[in-house]
């Protein structure tokens, strides 16, 4: 087996992956990863991957699109968040209309064109180059121009700016391609895109002290002086000559037009994600008050409130010693999962599938969920699987998670300077 492991790296890789996962996640969640990996391997397989020629003839003047939809890292419904939103809504374009998309994948750029009008989906390739800067892409620019000449594109509509250089849009526009812009963190404002401010931990507040932010910055990056302030007047360029800009609350709206007052509004929309949960009918079983099985549900990770959780686990065990029996429904980081997996009267489920959650949360007889982000979430899908359930949560009073549980009546909010002490003290106190 090790020789076979040598001659075959690849194979090694995933055996070791999956061995990690297993031992973080549990069996169903590698199953359900290796599904959704099925899943993308059979939407890349529609595509024919043709030379610059053939591509060019298999296209009709209908087939044209005129806008070419950019992601910056692959289109995988493992990924979550906005690369499975941006599938589910273009797949719903594609049949209406011509729809391209120009991905990252890990060592090339694949454009891609499917939809109402193309006679097959096709779709074109090219290596990707390398940056001074990690994961920066340096010949993005002719890559996105040639892209967008190829499949007959007037605008480019640039869906995450993660990982790309922040004045790519703008280069973009001067060879006379208008751009849009999608907002689902806040990438425009900060290297870091969930403001976590390094090394503490915690959510920097919209610092924009220089000093500050250089020490955060420098923990992962080797930046040049004054590299945040310049990042930041390119980003007022930047929202001031996109042609719309889309954020998926009305939160992440207000935010952005409070940090950049170029804005224009009559260029800006909302446009909530859609759930992926299927409509379920009202619980037969009201939840338990006070709550004896509790969730934790979403990504597992720092930002997201999983070291939080670990904190109210061990808060209310020293109170209450047998009243809870905790769920981890959800992937993430294998160390913090392996944390939380030896905590007393814990389970974690692991990775679960876009959709499946509130199945989940009635099956396991959940009585109430936390959603502990430590940053202002931009919407959060989970919310609505929970609400879709009919369990109850609690969060922090933070960002557009925060707005949305005290507006819809969905649970409860907790300070977010209570920290884990409030949650469990909050938690301890429903009896």
Excluded: N
């Amino acid at each position: 087996m090790p020789a076979l492991l040598s001659t075959y790296p690849a194979l090694a890789a995933r055996l070791a992956l999956a061995a990690r996962l297993l031992f973080a996640e549990g069996p169903r969640a590698v199953v359900e990863r290796w599904r959704d990996r099925r899943l993308d391997e059979q939407r890349a397989q529609r595509f024919e991957v043709a030379e610059p020629a053939a591509f060019l003839q298999s296209l009709s003047a209908t087939a044209r699109a005129p806008t070419l939809w950019v992601l910056p890292f692959p289109l995988q419904r493992r990924r979550g968040g906005a690369a499975i939103q941006l599938l589910v809504r273009l797949e719903e374009r594609a049949r209406a209309e011509p729809v391209a998309l120009l991905q990252r994948l890990p060592d090339r750029w694949r454009c891609e064109l499917w939809g109402r009008g193309v006679e097959r989906p096709v779709a074109r390739e090219w290596q990707a180059g390398g940056s001074g800067l990690p994961g920066i892409d340096s010949s993005a620019l002719p890559t996105l121009l040639e892209a967008a000449r190829w499949v007959g594109a007037t605008r480019l509509h640039f869906e995450s700016l993660v990982d790309l250089p922040l004045a790519l849009p703008l280069e973009v526009r001067e060879h006379g391609i208008a751009f849009g812009l999608s907002a689902h963190d806040f990438t425009l404002f900060c290297q870091r895109p969930h403001l976590i401010e390094e090394p503490l931990g915690h959510f920097c507040d919209f610092s924009t002290d220089p000093l500050r932010c250089a020490h955060c910055l420098a923990v992962h990056w080797r930046l040049p002086e004054g590299y945040q302030e310049e990042r930041r007047a390119i980003a007022t360029r930047l929202v001031a000559a996109a042609d719309l800009l889309e954020f998926p609350s009305e939160y992440m709206r207000r935010e952005h037009r409070r940090l950049y007052p170029a804005i224009d509004s009559s260029r800006t929309r909302v446009v909530p994600p859609r759930s992926l949960a299927e409509d379920l009918p009202p619980p037969t079983r009201p939840v338990h008050r006070p709550p004896r099985r509790i969730a934790f549900a979403g990504a597992v990770h720092r930002h997201k409130g999983a070291v939080e959780l670990e904190a109210v686990v061990r808060r209310l065990a020293t109170l209450r010693r047998d009243a809870f029996e905790w769920h981890v429904f959800g992937g993430g980081d294998p160390v913090l999962l392996r944390r939380l997996r030896r905590l007393p009267r814990m389970q974690v489920h692991g990775y679960y599938r876009a959709g499946s959650l509130p199945a989940r949360l009635r099956s396991a007889k959940i009585d109430l969920v936390l959603l502990l982000s430590i940053w202002p979430e931009a919407h959060c899908l989970v919310l609505d699987e929970c609400a879709a359930a009919g369990v109850p949560v609690v969060a922090f009073d933070l960002g557009a998670l925060g707005e949305r549980v005290r507006e819809a009546d969905w649970g409860v909010v907790v300070d977010p300077r209570a920290g884990a002490e409030g949650v469990a003290s909050l938690i301890a106190s429903r009896d």
